[in-house]
C-alpha cells in the first residue's frame, strides 16, 4: 500500500512515470559486461607515486603532472587536470578494473580528487590495451555507488556515465568513445534520495 502511495506521489511530483534505482545503473541495461577488479603494486619515487597494472601499463602521479605509459612502447599517454587556477589537480588511484570486448582489454581507472575546488568527484579514464591509447577521460559524480555502467547494444559497447543531475551515454564506435545525447538523459532525486530515471529509460 505505501509502496503504491509512495510511486503514485512521485508520478505526479515528476510529471511522467519514473524507475528509482537502489545505487546501480546496471538495472536498466539488458545485456550487462562485467567488470574484473584489477589488483596494483604502487611504489614512490621522490614524491612521484607509480602504479603498476598487470606489468603492462604504468601510472604515474605527482604534483606537476599524471600520466600513464604501455610496457610496450613506453609512450606517455598524459591524463593531467588543472584547475582554474591553472594548478594540478592531485588525482589519488582507488580502483583498476578491466573488461574484454572483441579481443581487445580495456582498463577503467578510477581516480579520487583530494578536494582542489572541485570536491570530491571521481576521474574517470578508460585506456585500450591493444591499441595503447586513452579513449576516454570524464569527471563522474560521486555519492551512492553510482558511476560507471557498461553493456552491449546492437553489437556496440556503450557507457553510462553519472555526472550531476544527468546520464550521459557513450558508444565505441571506429575505436573512438563518442557522446550520443540522444540517448543520454536527465535524472531525478526523490524523496529518500534515490536517482530516478523515465520508465521507458532502458538498453
Same mark, same amino acid.
Given at each position: 500500500?505505501?509502496?503504491? #502511495?509512495?510511486? =503514485? ?49 604504468? /601510472?604515474? =602521479?605527482?604534483?606537476?603532472? $599524471?600520466? #600513464? ?12 587536470? /588543472? ?13 583498476? @578494473?578491466? =573488461? ?5 582489454? @580495456? ?12 570536491? $570530491? ?13 586513452? #579513449? ?20 556496440? #559497447? ?18 573512438? /568513445? ?26
Amino acid at each position: 500500500m505505501y509502496k503504491i #502511495l509512495f510511486l =503514485l506521489v512521485t508520478s505526479l511530483c515528476f510529471g511522467q512515470s519514473y524507475n528509482c534505482f537502489n545505487g546501480s545503473l546496471d538495472e536498466i541495461i539488458s545485456e550487462k559486461i562485467e567488470l574484473k577488479l584489477v589488483k596494483y603494486k604502487q611504489q614512490n619515487y621522490n614524491g612521484i607515486r607509480c602504479y603498476n597494472i598487470d606489468n603492462k601499463v604504468k /601510472i604515474y =602521479l605527482s604534483n606537476q603532472s $599524471s600520466f #600513464l605509459t604501455a610496457s610496450k612502447k613506453g609512450e606517455k599517454n598524459l591524463f593531467s587536470q /588543472i584547475t582554474k587556477e591553472k594548478k594540478n589537480i592531485s588525482l589519488n588511484l582507488e580502483d583498476v @578494473f578491466c =573488461l574484454k570486448f572483441n579481443k581487445d582489454s @580495456f582498463y577503467i581507472f578510477e581516480f579520487k580528487t583530494f578536494n582542489q575546488g572541485v570536491n $570530491s568527484n571521481t576521474y574517470n579514464i578508460i585506456y585500450s590495451n591493444r591499441k595503447e591509447k586513452i #579513449l576516454f577521460k570524464k569527471w563522474n559524480s560521486s555519492g551512492n555507488g553510482i558511476s560507471n555502467a557498461f553493456g552491449v547494444r546492437k553489437s556496440n #559497447l556503450f557507457l553510462l556515465n553519472q555526472i550531476r543531475d544527468s546520464i550521459n551515454y557513450y558508444e565505441l564506435r571506429d575505436e573512438k /568513445i563518442i557522446y550520443k545525447a540522444n540517448n543520454s538523459t536527465n535524472i531525478k532525486i526523490d524523496t529518500l534520495g534515490k536517482i530516478c530515471v523515465r520508465q521507458d529509460y532502458k538498453f
